[in-house]
């Protein structure tokens, strides 16, 4: 039997998430198009790219383990709803520690803090995880529009939540270049972020 390329490996785990919830395989598409998009503007090599793009398919899977009710449940705060939803981050880890994805293991550890990741590349995925989350229809809350999203990204920049320099530098390409960050609509039942092939 062949063994699965990335491509189909990607749809698989798009297709778990929509299973659990549709607005999972979105943000999850939409984030890891965003990954793409700017690990490009950032120069990252091809395996960096695929590692955020891993990322962005990884971080949902540990919601499969979640009660549907504390995807739809309304948190009182921040502290409540990650106690909450603390098993989707343990999972999510487990998960990629076990498929050997030990580089997506160290971003899916580090992000969800409100600290800058000490990885550089966790650093890169906390910003671009924010700014879609922010826009994401929650089973909790109603999506931020990019103006609100902008300033929640200034805010955990002035609070070194996260990095001010990564902040800084995508607020300002998102200004240049922000029609390409946009998800069209309707969006195809399984959209899968390229990953380019390396040069060769």
Known sequence: MSQPNFSSYIKMLSSLLKHKGVWLQHESQDLARLCQLYGKQ????????????????????????????????????????MTALSPWFVESVRIAREADLAAVAVILEQYHQRQVPPDKLAR?????????????????????????????????????????LIVRHFVHFFDQSGEQFRRPRPTPAIAVAPVEPAPS
């Not at 090599?45 to 449940?73: F, I, W």
């Not at 922010?134 to 070194?160: D, F, N, T, Y």
């Open 42 to 81: 950032l120069n990252l090599s091809h395996e960096d790219r695929k590692v955020l793009l891993m990322a962005a398919y990884c971080k949902n899977l540990g919601a499969l383990y979640l009660n549907d009710y504390l995807l739809e449940h309304e948190f009182r705060d921040h502290r409540h709803m």
């Open 124 to 164: 890169i995925f906390q910003v671009l995880n924010t700014w879609v989350a922010c826009q994401q229809e929650r089973g909790w809350r109603h999506p931020m529009s990019e103006r609100e999203a902008r300033v929640i990204l200034e805010q955990r920049a002035r609070l070194k939540w996260s990095d001010p």
